[in-house]
């Protein structure tokens, strides 16, 4: 069931058009097509009562109609369900719509995709949400998370998406830092910034103790990678300045704290701040 | 009499009647002086106090008779007399009392019977309740006098609890800090039933809250700290009475005495007492355990001159030797009170167990991962490595159990690194695996290596919308509670919340998990 609507949205929304994400500001649309919030909402609402012990509606019913007001389109369907996941938390409403997710037999590669496109919202909560959503997905059964499923991801991105590498080099900046530059860089060029890289990952920690080393080796490597042209380089030095600002010199500090890309004044600033990686 | 003799070394209101040959002026001469009269306000409820400085002011030597003078115990609006035989003075023995003497602080015509005997004036509030009988060497230590209870004039029942001219002092314990206080758990103060017996839980500080590599209790300064138990101390009277000093004191073991959450200065530690003043209001101090084992706390009113106690408040300190995670389901973050009251089961039973003294950390189980590792692990992790426990228990509802067959396998798995513990008591409220956020497959496990498991789950018949909890094999207790008349209308949302689940696992729980 395909409804048009006439919607005024003052917050900032996400809009589905053509399987794309797109964010708008306070705005007008005239037709937006698809699944709603509400709809999604009110089948959720519905196996959360049947859950409950309330009279069950015919939930399955309830469940193809909601995908046929996606016009059948899952990936539409899916994404919706994941902004109201992370918009809608608590047992109740989380453990329903995991139900449903069910229900639809989303694959994991399905999830990702969709959870990868709302990395780069505004709205905090949906874009916390879908980060816990994703870490737990990738860490399933107690597995390390496997950052070779976002190679295809960012195969289709012209540039970095900054959503997902906010998101990789939080699982790991080292793994991160490697997809991105063999994806975004010529082979030599990616071959000496990661040589850089792991020649910190190895100087930067005593493999007897397991505590950090700050050595001339793990300074000078810093000081390569916090001047290097690409900015996802300049996040990967960044990282371990927030989290061990004695790697490095001041100098290396003093200029990724004015670097010209967000992300890495914002990872700096978060270490200013005592907030969370995230 | 012979005022130097042990019995009479003290400060009662104590006199003797005289022998017949003995002058008016002897008799003065033998009366025993005696602590200065204390005068509170009577703003508090208060009991009377003790009479003193009795003096024998005139004796009839043909009758016998005698007239005292005393000054009148605080609060009492009338006294009477206790009497003994002289011999029996050591035992404390009365036999017989003048009652209604009134409160003047005079009396005339006081006549025991003939023969030697002691006597003593206590006050009275003319209604049941009576003061002291002031205090003496009573084996070997500094006591009061025992009361007569024989009563055989007037009846009377003693109470020196809000004695008028003892200040009265007050110890209040604080449960610990879990993580820290209103996160989750509110700062609770312990009920003074529970403050000897069981007493006060406290970690065993050997963690390194400050990070710096040595154990906190080798610090004197530990920002972060949180393992030691807040108590306040008081007094009903800012100023010790002259004569009198408020002391703190350990009692046994090792406990130790800061003033501040993080340590600071030490006031109990080296030195087992310390005299406190309440001139500035209350006092907070922190209480550390270096190690395992019990120690108790006192705060007195004593005697600076024999250091006789007046009055006190115990705690006694237990170092844990346990700890227990809950962890409540998908999204259920913990409070105190439970954010979603009357709906998250999982934190009333850890709140309960809280305030029963057990050294709790309860969570949302998002803390574990599916790889059992994270906050809930390390904190375990800790309690065994760096702060002596070794027995734990863990609980959960719906992912919420599942994680904790996820802790529980890490911590199994991980034991050799660990050290020593059991994992003695597991339970799920129809348990969910989490193996994501997203995952809503019935848990099947027994928790790995669980000493005892108790399993409630509701399983009407899982249908394509249906969560549903199940069977654990080799679980010690394994309910389907819908099987139940009071469990038959339960479902997945409303299991954990069910009082016969939650009061039955915690009982379970404390079968087997002591604090």
């Known amino acids: 069931?395909?409804?048009?609507?006439?919607?005024?949205?003052?917050?900032?929304?996400l809009v589905w058009t053509a399987g794309t994400v797109t964010q708008t500001g306070s705005l007008r649309f005239p037709e937006l097509e698809g699944v709603t919030q509400s709809q999604v909402s009110e089948v959720v609402d519905a196996i959360a009562a049947a859950n409950s012990g309330q009279p069950a509606q015919d939930l399955e019913q309830m469940a193809e109609s909601l995908l046929d007001s996606a016009g059948g389109d899952r990936t539409q369907l899916l994404q919706q369900l994941l902004i109201y996941r992370t918009r809608n938390p608590g047992n109740e409403s989380a453990m329903s719509n995991a139900l449903l997710l069910s229900?639809?037999?989303?694959?994991?590669?399905?999830?990702?995709?969709?959870?990868?496109?709302?990395?780069?919202t505004d709205d905090a909560a949906v874009r916390s949400g879908t980060i816990e959503l994703l870490t737990s997905i990738d860490s399933a059964n107690g597995t390390q998370p496997e950052l070779s499923h976002y190679a295809e991801i960012l195969d289709r991105h012209e540039q970095p998406p900054l959503g997902l590498i906010r998101y990789l080099y939080s699982l790991s900046p080292i793994d991160g830092v490697t997809l991105t530059a063999r994806r975004y860089m010529v082979h030599e060029e990616a071959d000496a910034a990661l040589q850089s890289a792991l020649a910190l990952e190895s100087a930067r920690v005593d493999t007897d103790s397991g505590e950090v080393r700050v050595t001339p080796v793990t300074r000078d490597q810093i000081r390569r990678l916090s001047q290097h042209a690409a900015w996802w380089i300049r996040l990967y030095a960044a990282i371990h300045l927030r989290d061990q600002p004695e790697l490095g010199s001041g100098?290396?500090?003093?200029?990724?704290?004015?670097?010209?890309?967000p992300l890495i004044r914002e990872t700096l600033a978060e270490a200013d701040s005592g907030k969370s990686p995230r | 009499?012979?005022?130097?003799?042990?019995?009479?070394?003290?400060?009662?209101?104590?006199?003797?009647?005289?022998?017949?040959?003995?002058?008016?002026?002897?008799?003065?001469m033998l009366t025993i002086l005696l602590l200065a009269t204390l005068v509170v306000s009577g703003a508090r409820a208060v009991t009377p106090g003790e009479a003193t400085d009795l003096i024998v002011t005139d004796r009839d030597p043909g009758s016998g008779e005698m007239s005292i003078q005393y000054d009148r115990a605080c609060s009492a609006t009338d006294h009477h007399i206790e009497f003994g035989l002289l011999e029996d003075v050591a035992g404390g023995s009365y036999s017989g009392q003048l009652c209604a003497i009134g409160a003047s602080g005079a009396h005339a015509g006081f006549n025991p019977g003939s023969g030697s005997y002691f006597f003593l004036v206590v006050g009275n509030d003319a209604v049941g309740t009576e003061g002291s009988y002031g205090t003496s060497v009573i084996a070997g230590t500094h006591a009061e006098r025992p009361q007569d209870l024989s009563d055989p004039a007037c009846v009377f029942t003693q109470d020196l609890s809000q004695r008028c001219d003892v200040p009265s002092v007050e110890l209040i314990a604080y449960r610990p800090q879990s993580e820290s206080y209103g996160g989750p758990f509110l700062r609770r103060a312990i009920p003074d039933d529970q403050e000897v017996t069981p007493g006060v839980g406290i970690r065993v500080n050997g963690d390194d809250d400050n990070g710096n590599g040595n154990a906190d209790s080798d610090d004197t300064n530990v920002p972060g700290e949180n393992d030691l138990i807040e108590i306040t101390l008081s007094a009903s009277m800012p100023m010790a009475p002259e004569g009198l000093e408020y002391v703190l004191t350990r009692i046994g073991g090792d406990a130790r005495v800061w003033n501040a959450m993080t340590k600071g200065q030490q006031i109990i530690g080296a030195a087992s007492s310390a005299v406190l003043s309440f001139a500035g209001g209350p006092l907070t101090v922190w209480v550390e355990k270096p190690d395992i084992g019990n120690s108790q706390l006192q705060l007195a009113v004593q005697r600076t001159r024999?250091?006789?106690?007046?009055?006190?408040?115990?705690?006694?300190?237990?170092?844990?030797?346990?700890?227990?995670?809950?962890?409540?389901?998908?999204?259920q973050v913990a409070g105190d009170p439970p954010l979603d009251p009357g709906n998250q089961g999982t934190f009333e039973i850890a709140i309960d167990l809280y305030e029963l003294g057990y050294d709790v950390h309860m969570y949302?189980?998002?803390?574990?991962?599916?790889?059992?590792?994270?906050?809930?692990?390390?904190?375990?992790?800790?309690?065994?490595?760096d702060r002596s426990v070794e027995s734990i228990a863990i609980y959960g509802y719906s992912h919420g159990a599942g994680s904790t067959n996820d802790l529980a396998i890490?911590?199994?798995?991980?034991?050799?690194?660990?050290?020593?513990?059991s994992i003695d008591f597991t339970g799920y409220v129809d348990a969910i695996?989490?193996?994501?956020?997203?995952?809503?497959?019935?848990?099947?496990?027994?928790?790995?290596?669980?000493?005892y498991h108790a399993n409630y789950y509701e399983n009407p018949g899982c249908g394509l919308f249906s969560l549903c909890g199940g069977p654990i094999a080799g679980a010690d207790f394994d309910l389907d509670v819908n099987t139940t008349p009071w469990g038959a209308g339960l479902t997945h949302f409303t299991v954990d919340d069910a009082p016969n689940v939650t009061m039955g696992l915690m009982n379970q729980l404390m079968m087997q998990v002591t604090p």
């Not at chain 1, 229900?103 to 780069?120: C, G, I, N, P, T």
């Not at chain 2, 991980?414 to 050290?419: C, L, P």
């Not at chain 2, 695996?433 to 000493?451: G, H, K, R, V, Y």
Request: one cysteine or more; a negative charge; proline letters at 1%.
């Open chain 1, 251 to 261: 100098d290396s500090l003093t200029r990724l704290r004015s670097d010209s890309h």
């Open chain 2, 364 to 385: 949302d189980e998002d803390v574990v991962s599916s790889d059992g590792s994270g906050v809930a692990y390390n904190e375990v992790v800790s309690a065994v490595r």
């Open chain 2, 1 to 28: 009499l012979d005022a130097e003799t042990p019995y009479f070394s003290g400060d009662a209101t104590i006199s003797a009647k005289l022998r017949k040959d003995m002058t008016r002026r002897t008799c003065s």
């Open chain 1, 103 to 120: 229900y639809y037999k989303f694959s994991l590669s399905e999830m990702r995709e969709a959870l990868v496109s709302l990395l780069d």
């Open chain 2, 410 to 421: 890490r911590l199994d798995n991980n034991r050799a690194s660990i050290g020593s513990f």
């Open chain 2, 433 to 451: 695996d989490n193996s994501s956020d997203i995952d809503i497959f019935t848990e099947t496990q027994l928790p790995q290596s669980t000493a």
């Open chain 1, 1 to 13: 069931m395909m409804r048009r609507l006439w919607q005024t949205v003052t917050a900032v929304v």
């Open chain 2, 306 to 331: 024999d250091s006789s106690i007046l009055a006190s408040d115990e705690i006694s300190l237990f170092a844990f030797r346990s700890i227990v995670i809950a962890l409540g389901g998908e999204d």
